[in-house]
Structure formats: structure tokens, C-alpha cells
């Protein structure tokens, strides 16, 4: 049995991973409410206090703010200790394959019992923390295996995106405008991409099919991050801080990941 290549570290461990993680999490929010509890929630939205709504978003982007520090974190260290990328490049394939494959499957062990328990504190914060490690340390794989310009460009690329994005989304949402049509689009074409990503496993396009993934990838999960973030200045209750942040957080690391397949090229 053959070692994976680097081209596999750079889309397969962490791309497939999080983009079925984003899958998993977006078959768990709740589904969409009758008209009549719709028009409900909406004329809850209307009149609830504005201080509330905007201390639950202070909530969930300092979660986030963790999240992403973590991830950092984790990336950092696996660069600076050069034993990491030498044993996936060159180490054993017994010894590298279990833990390719434990780093692959196990942000999606975690996402389950953190759905079950998302609004169950403190376990779904405790959760939440487990997940996080897990992408991040598929991320890891990823940049410590790249080369340091590619990681910085993808970097800059995907902050600039979502900042972009999320200033976008506040301005439309106070202009009033509704991005909840977009779920049943975005959710297909998510669903699509992980077609596309086993049909890579089997039948491999090199890095055509590697630069063909990372554009359909920027263009849906920057509709992801409109989407998810309307949702968190409109929908979401007060208690559903775990599902907005991992979200989010979600949007960004496939964001992130589709960045690096580009900028790999």
C-alpha cells in the first residue's frame, strides 16, 4: 500500500473532513417552521430587545475567536515541529494510514454527540472544544505540509473574503433583506461537492480536479457565510450559540481549504 501523497494531504484529510463535518451540521439545525410559526418567529424577531440579540452575536464571534486562535495555535506548532510533516511525507504507511484515517473520521465522531448535546450546557461547550481540536489538527496536516507562502496567501485570502461577507450581510439584513431561500441551493451543491470529493478518492483528476474543487468550493461556502450569518442576526434563539459558532466556523475553515487547494497550484 502506497503512502498518500502530499497532493492528498492538501484536499483530501482536511477538505473531505470538514466539508462532511458542514454537511452533518447543516442536516441538524431544526427544519424550516409552518407559515404560521414562521410569521410567528418573525414578529418575535421585530420585537425583541435589540441589546439581546446583539449580545448573543458578541457571544458566538467570541466563541469563534476561539476557535480560530486554537486552529492557529495547533497549525503553528505542527510547522514549527518538523517531525510532523516528515512522518506524513516519508514515515511508514502502517504507522500513517491510522492516523490519516483517525484524523479524518474524527471531527465526525465528535459532530454528532455535539449536535445531540448543542444545547445542554456545559457538555455542549466541552464538545465544541473536542470538535474544534479535531479540524484543527487536520488543518495542521494540511499547512505544515504546505509550503509558508501558500498558507499566508490562503490566509489573508479567506479573511478578506469573510470580512467582506459579513460586512455584506450586516448591511442587507438591516436593509432588511432575507437569505433564507438560499438554504436548498447551498445544501445541494454541499451535497455535490462530496460526490465530487469520493469520486477524487476513486478516480482522481490530479490537480485539475483539485483547482475545479477549490472554485466550487469559494463560491458556495462564501454563500454559506451569508447564509449562516443572516441566520445568526435573525433566527437562531439565544441558546443555539454552539450551532452558530460551528457554523460559522465551518464556513470558514472550507473556505479557508478551498483557498489552499487554489493557491496550491
Known amino acids: 500500500m502506497s503512502k498518500p501523497q502530499d497532493a492528498d494531504l492538501e484536499a483530501g484529510v482536511p477538505a473531505g473532513a470538514a466539508a462532511t463535518a458542514a454537511a452533518e451540521a447543516e442536516k441538524a439545525k431544526a427544519p424550516a417552521p409552518a407559515p404560521?410559526?414562521?410569521?410567528?418567529?418573525?414578529?418575535?424577531?421585530?420585537e425583541e430587545d435589540p441589546r439581546l440579540r446583539w449580545a448573543f452575536v458578541r457571544k458566538v464571534y467570541a466563541i469563534l475567536s476561539l476557535q480560530f486562535a486554537v486552529t492557529a495555535a495547533v497549525s503553528v506548532a505542527a510547522c514549527l515541529v518538523r517531525a510532523v510533516p516528515r512522518f506524513f511525507t516519508s514515515g511508514p504507511p502502517a504507522a500513517v494510514w491510522p492516523v490519516f484515517i483517525v484524523i479524518l473520521v474524527s471531527p465526525l465522531v465528535v459532530m454528532f454527540p455535539m449536535m445531540k448535546y448543542r444545547e445542554?450546557?456545559?457538555?455542549?461547550?466541552?464538545?465544541?472544544?473536542?470538535?474544534?481540536?479535531?479540524?484543527?489538527?487536520?488543518?495542521?496536516?494540511?499547512?505544515?505540509?504546505?509550503?509558508?507562502?501558500?498558507?499566508?496567501?490562503?490566509?489573508?485570502?479567506?479573511?478578506?473574503?469573510?470580512?467582506?461577507?459579513?460586512?455584506?450581510?450586516?448591511?442587507?439584513?438591516?436593509?432588511?433583506?432575507?437569505?433564507?431561500?438560499?438554504?436548498?441551493?447551498?445544501?445541494?451543491?454541499?451535497?455535490v461537492l462530496l460526490v465530487y470529493l469520493i469520486i477524487q478518492v476513486f478516480f482522481p483528476l490530479g490537480r485539475v480536479g483539485i483547482t475545479?474543487?477549490?472554485?466550487?468550493?469559494?463560491?458556495?461556502?462564501?454563500?454559506?457565510?451569508?447564509?449562516?450569518?443572516?441566520?445568526?442576526?435573525?433566527?437562531?434563539?439565544?441558546?443555539?450559540?454552539?450551532?452558530?459558532?460551528?457554523?460559522?466556523?465551518?464556513?470558514?475553515i472550507n473556505l479557508f481549504m478551498a483557498q489552499m487547494s487554489l493557491s496550491f497550484q
Open 36 to 46: 404560521a410559526a414562521a410569521a410567528e418567529a418573525k414578529k418575535v424577531a421585530e
Open 120 to 191: 445542554k450546557h456545559p457538555r455542549n461547550l466541552v464538545l465544541l472544544g473536542v470538535f474544534t481540536l479535531c479540524c484543527s489538527l487536520s488543518i495542521a496536516v494540511t499547512t505544515s505540509s504546505s509550503v509558508g507562502r501558500v498558507v499566508l496567501q490562503s490566509a489573508i485570502l479567506t479573511a478578506a473574503a469573510v470580512l467582506g461577507l459579513t460586512l455584506f450581510t450586516f448591511w442587507a439584513v438591516k436593509k432588511g433583506y432575507d437569505f433564507t431561500f438560499m438554504f436548498p441551493f447551498l445544501f445541494t451543491c454541499l451535497n
Open 212 to 252: 475545479i474543487y477549490g472554485f466550487l468550493a469559494t463560491i458556495v461556502f462564501s454563500g454559506f457565510i451569508i447564509f449562516d450569518t443572516h441566520m445568526l442576526l435573525k433566527r437562531h434563539t439565544y441558546n443555539e450559540y454552539v450551532v452558530a459558532a460551528i457554523s460559522l466556523y465551518l464556513d470558514v
